[in-house]
């Protein structure tokens, strides 16, 4: 694993670009761009549709980027869905669990408060159609913890919708062991994983974790944009209506009715983007050849450094973490004992984020500021916005001086 | 260029004091025209005051948290709308607020720029319908 192998690091002229935006999308190995390049000059035809040889061969390799996806998460090629992006994979799931289920207001749908947008409004507004009652497990700003989503399910709890990683401040709440209460309150419920930001830090075994769906987006893992990935148990996927119809998802057409495909072409209407869905199977192989431990293990080392770096500076204040510099921490002798992935927010004093952001660019340092798609829990932070900086394995160290640099240079010119 | 303009190109003197001493923030009471907006992508967060003498302004404020760029611009822009009409602020454009700001910003930054100006713009719609209403 290199820095080399990513060309857009060091495509600025003389200097070296700091990316550290990686939560909003991750830069690309030339394996994958080559392999995007490769596609439409060799092998480009529209898969499952002709019987010429060139129409095979997308076929196969379609069918090849879905066996590459299915291994690295532990599941089965019939259980892995491409969509566009893990926020239409959401959507397409509560349109089909509404259209395959009774749901009125003696049902309920839980969920977090600091989920991402895709995760959490598509279930409030299936809550405003149905009315069915909409429960949110809070977050507590004093220990920085998520109540955990277990004590809000009962016997009539359609779905049960959480994050497997924040992409705010990284917290990681302990799924596995969530999954499990769930189970044994309602077997029946429903659990969807967001597992978007989790899947670039950490393994994800599907059986070991024994959610029903989980999604997630090609190009949070160094694949392309526009290709995003549900994960679901098939039996369930059998039982769910689709409700995105048209070529492909069908198995006969009449002008009075239709049938359906097999799984998973049933949720895969129209042409995908089979192109991008082979250049991210890349990326997969890519990361396999590096293996998540050594990946792991580089990142851990960064964001230590991040976290201590920003620690020295008295006007700054980390968001989580069991930071010494957050104030939300009121006993600073008992540290929470939360899991954080390599995603850091933070807030400087007297200068906004936005400023922030703007000053960083002048240092080529590349962070987010805003409320990074969770406004439910920036209000639950008490804060309009935060800035972000998130770490891949391809950062180094001069990444995060540069980015200390930066919040020094604003506060100067600002504060 | 003026010395302040060679500093720097956003972050300039002139800015950052209407940002750390901003004129006309305040709540206001009774107000003619009162209108909140955002800037979802960055976290900017503005409300408006307007009290109108028949069509004229005759006092503004607003209250917000926000970049410099935003607060700044409200506050340059409060002090430039005192005694203008309603229509003469229907007329302003985006060029006529960053020439305000004497600012060369990127699209992004450009909203934050306007967030004033598109909330009293806002506001003035309500208070159009409102009157049209009452009529």
Partial sequence: MNEKDFPILKNLKNNRLHYLDNAATTQKPKIVIDALRYFYEHDNANAHRGVYKLAEQATAMLNDARMAFSRFINAEADEIIFTKNATEGFNQLAASIEKTFIIDPKHNIATTEIEHHSNFVPW??????????????????KDDSIQDISRLVDENTVVAAFTAMSNVSGLKPDI????????KINPDTIIIIDATQLIAHERVDVKRLDA???????????????????????????????????????????IDESTWADVPEKFEAGTIDVA??????????????IGYE????????????????????????????????NKNNNNNKSKNNNNYGPVVSFVVDKVHPHDLATIADRHDVCIRAGHHCCQPFMDALKVNATARASISFYNNKKDIDKLISAIKDA????? | MTMDEIKDPIYREFLLDHYKNPRNKSIMKNPDIRRLDNN??????????????????????FQGNGCVISMASASILMEELKGKSLDDIKKMSTDDMLKLLNL??????????????????KGMMDYEVMKGRAL
């Fill in chain 1, 276 to 289: 991008g869905i082979y250049a991210s199977s890349m990326a997969i192989k890519y990361l396999e050849s």
């Fill in chain 2, 104 to 121: 060369k910003l990127t699209p992004t930054r450009v909203k934050c720029a306007m967030l004033a100006l598109s909330a009293i713009k």
């Fill in chain 1, 124 to 141: 409030q507004q299936l809550c405003k159609r149905t009315g069915a009652e909409f429960r949110i497990a809070k977050y507590e700003i």
């Fill in chain 1, 176 to 183: 596995k062991d969530i999954i499990k209460k769930i189970r």
């Fill in chain 1, 411 to 415: 506060h100067k010119i600002i504060g």
């Fill in chain 2, 40 to 61: 979802p992508t960055c976290g900017d967060m503005i409300e408006v005051f307007v009290k109108l003498d028949k069509n004229m302004v005759k006092d503004i404020s």
């Fill in chain 1, 212 to 254: 029903d769906f989980i999604c997630f987006s090609a190009h949070k893992i160094y694949g392309t944009t526009g290709v995003g990935i549900v994960y679901g148990k098939k039996l369930l996927l059998e039982k769910l209506e689709p409700f995105f119809y048209g070529g492909n998802m069908i198995s006969t057409v009449s």
């Fill in chain 1, 294 to 325: 050594k990946l792991m293990e580089q990142e851990q080392v960064l964001k230590k450094y991040l976290l201590a770096e920003l620690g020295k500076i008295r006007y700054v204040k980390i968001i989580g973490h069991n930071s010494k510099n």
